[in-house]
């Protein structure tokens, strides 16, 4: 098993991070069977961050901080194994590549994103204050990554059967890679698809985020929205079962798992640099922190950019 610390990441590789938290052997976990079913290496990064001094106090405070970064690197590399090991046993045999780096995890990460189809973390649960790790790192990746992220958030003990996969369709073109993403996941692990569209009118503001009748009527423009969301990617995934709803409510609302009632929540978000991403990127970030089951947020198409 390579263990590397110059040479790039597989390109092809699904990359897990790790920090030798119980919350990222979940996510080795996660990634294990995700490289499995996708007949794809998996790579495991592991980040060490040095000390937060500034270049010019390093000289004069360097007596006051031990900190080695060969010795540093050692110890991701050791503890990015012990992580591969979790992987290897999930599924012996899975090719497994260990990669060390020395930087801040969030920029090693989003740097690595660029290059990989898929990035996976873990994040611990909320508590009384608000996750350190959610904050400073799943956040941030999955706010800035260039492939989707997938957050393996901590969940409930309930032993009911969950529903399958979620994702949030807005009827836009750029929408369309965050629903194919969720066909694609709903085919791998043989699960049922519930595609939803957020309706904002007077009884959501009212009664909070329900599901609406199919039977309801006066939201055909919503419906043919919907439909629109899937054209041309149901024919792709004939063996997916799709359910087409409409929700009351704002979206984050509508998309969050605070029951752990779903395998996977999908939800989109734009461009860094697009205005639309101060929107979108608050809906992915509130749906990670709320929900108790996985979600995976992925980039939309870039709406300034002709195809």
């Not at 749906?287 to 980039?299: I, K, L, Q």
Request: proline share 7%.
């Amino acid at each position: 098993m390579p263990v590397d610390s110059i040479d790039p990441v597989p390109p092809n590789s699904i990359v897990v991070a790790t920090d030798g938290s119980d919350d990222a052997d979940r996510a080795v976990g996660w990634a294990a069977e995700q490289a499995f079913l996708e007949r794809r290496p998996l790579t495991v990064v592991t980040a060490a961050h040095g000390p937060e001094v500034p270049t010019a106090a390093w000289s004069a405070t360097s007596a006051m901080y031990s900190w080695d970064p060969g010795q540093a690197l050692l110890d991701a590399r050791a503890m990015a194994q012990e992580a591969a090991d979790v992987a290897l046993h999930v599924h012996p045999g899975l090719d497994v590549t260990v990669v060390a780096r020395i930087g801040d995890p969030r920029h090693v990460l989003v740097e690595i994103s660029r290059d990989v189809p898929l990035l996976v973390l873990g994040s611990r649960g909320r508590g009384p204050l608000r996750s350190k790790l959610l904050g400073s790192v799943s956040a941030a990746v999955s706010r800035d990554a260039g492939c989707p992220v997938v957050v393996c958030r901590p969940q409930h003990q309930d032993e009911r059967a969950r529903q399958g996969v979620l994702v949030g369709a807005d009827g836009t073109p750029e929408s369309l890679p965050v629903v194919e993403f969720a066909f694609q996941q709903a085919s791998l692990l043989n699960l049922p698809l519930t595609v939803v569209h957020a309706v904002w009118d007077e009884v959501g503001a009212v009664h909070g985020p329900v599901m609406v009748s199919p039977r309801e009527t006066g939201l055909d423009q919503y419906r043919v929205l919907l439909g629109e969301s899937v054209a041309g990617i149901t024919s792709k995934y004939p063996e997916v079962r799709v359910d087409l709803r409409l929700a009351r409510g704002m979206a984050e609302d509508c998309l969050s798992d605070t029951g752990a009632l779903w395998n996977l929540i999908v939800v989109g978000r734009h461009p860094v640099d697009s205005l639309l991403r101060l929107v979108t990127g608050a809906v992915a970030t509130t749906v990670v922190e709320r929900s108790h089951t996985t979600v995976a947020v992925v980039p939309q198409a870039d709406p300034r950019v002709e195809s």
